[in-house]
């Protein structure tokens, strides 16, 4: 299994970013795919996640109203739309999966199997 992530970069508070996680190999184990997020000096957190068949969705009180996670069936491909930025949410984005079928409206990083390097998001004021 393998998670590739892309997208993020820089801008400005208010600003809108979209990250994408490609999901290749034995995907047909997914349950869960979801993004979680670590700053300097803080831990990893749950952002968002989304169940392999493409609905529902949950999301961290933070990024409520905010983001948006969505999977395009076809690719594979898991989409995070963040939209209202805030110098707040700059931190590297994980996309992660799990083969586990419990589901939870919270995921903690240990729940999650497979795991995608990060890509860099940072929001400026």
């Known amino acids: 299994v393998q998670l590739q992530a892309s997208g993020g970069g820089s801008v400005q508070a208010g600003g809108s970013l979209r990250v994408s996680c490609a999901a290749s190999g034995s995907t047909f184990s997914f349950h869960v795919m979801g993004w979680f997020r670590q700053a300097p000096g803080k831990e990893r957190e749950f952002v968002a996640a989304?169940?392999?068949?493409?609905?529902?969705?949950y999301y961290a009180d933070s990024v409520k109203g905010r983001f948006t996670i969505s999977r395009e069936n076809a690719e594979n491909t898991v989409y995070l739309q963040m939209n209202s930025l805030k110098p707040e949410d700059t931190a590297v984005y994980y996309c992660a999966a799990t083969s586990s079928p419990y589901y939870t409206s919270t995921y903690l990083p240990r729940m999650m199997d497979y795991w995608g390097k990060g890509t860099q998001v940072t929001v400026s004021s």
């Open positions: 989304v169940r392999w068949r493409g609905t529902p969705t």
